[in-house]
T-cell receptor, first 112, second 114 residues
């Protein structure tokens, strides 16, 4: 069974702190996505990771992929309130963007 | 740029009623998708269309039908709505070809079935 698990499910952190969201998946894949969703809004693509060891960074967010461990991380550096949202990882088991399997999401709340 | 446009944004149905959710994209994308999102869960794929003229089942296709009307439009139909279909529905599209392709999502349709 294809499974994508994220943890934590909920994260409350203070501004200025660092933290990491983890995404584990059950079957070999070489394509992993991270999305952001603001309350009541649609999903916004953050990163596409295509190979083992891939690392991408934008602003205070950095994503990495370890295909051997079947693990991706989303690291938040010096969090700010604007990063409050729900973050989803999604894995493709077909080699394309079709049939993505999403994790349950991590709701991030950054407090002032 | 409009991107992916879904209509309607909200809908309330009674059990047994039918309706069609519309989706259109203006990015000349080949692939289109319908997902549902339930509280506290990630998105689950209902149907997708890799290219014009083709459709395939996703993870949760039961109770739904789709039509890829042309390259731009991909509709989702509920023939006989059930309370279990209360959800937020997202349409998405992608190029379907590039190695780093990503999905572009519409703004969603919140559907309640009473």
């Amino acid at each position: 069974e294809l499974k994508v698990e994220q943890n934590p499910l909920f994260l409350s952190m203070q501004e200025g702190k660092n933290y990491t969201i983890y995404c584990n998946y059950s079957t070999t894949s070489d394509r992993l996505y991270w999305y952001r969703q603001d309350p009541g809004k649609s999903l916004e693509s953050l990163f596409v990771l295509l190979s083992n060891g891939a690392v991408k960074q934008e602003g205070r967010l950095m994503a990495s992929l370890d295909t051997k461990a079947r693990l991706s991380t989303l690291h938040i550096t010096a969090a700010v309130h604007d990063l409050s949202a729900t973050y989803f990882c999604a894995v493709s088991f077909t080699g394309t963007a079709s049939k993505l399997t999403f994790g349950t999401g991590t709701r991030l709340q950054v407090t002032l | 740029n409009a991107g992916v446009t879904q209509t309607p944004k909200f809908q309330v149905l009674k059990t047994g009623q039918s309706m069609t959710l519309q989706c259109a994209q203006d990015m000349n994308h080949n692939s289109m998708y319908w997902y549902r999102q339930d509280p506290g869960m990630g998105l689950r794929l209902i149907y997708y269309s890799a290219s014009e003229g083709t459709t395939d089942k996703g993870e949760v296709p039961n109770g739904y039908n789709v039509s890829r009307l042309n390259k731009r439009e991909f509709s989702l139909r509920l023939e006989s709505a059930a309370p279990s279909q209360t959800s937020v529905y997202f349409c998405a599209s992608s190029t379907g070809a590039a190695t780093n392709e990503k999905l572009f999502f519409g703004s969603g349709t919140q559907l309640s079935v009473l």
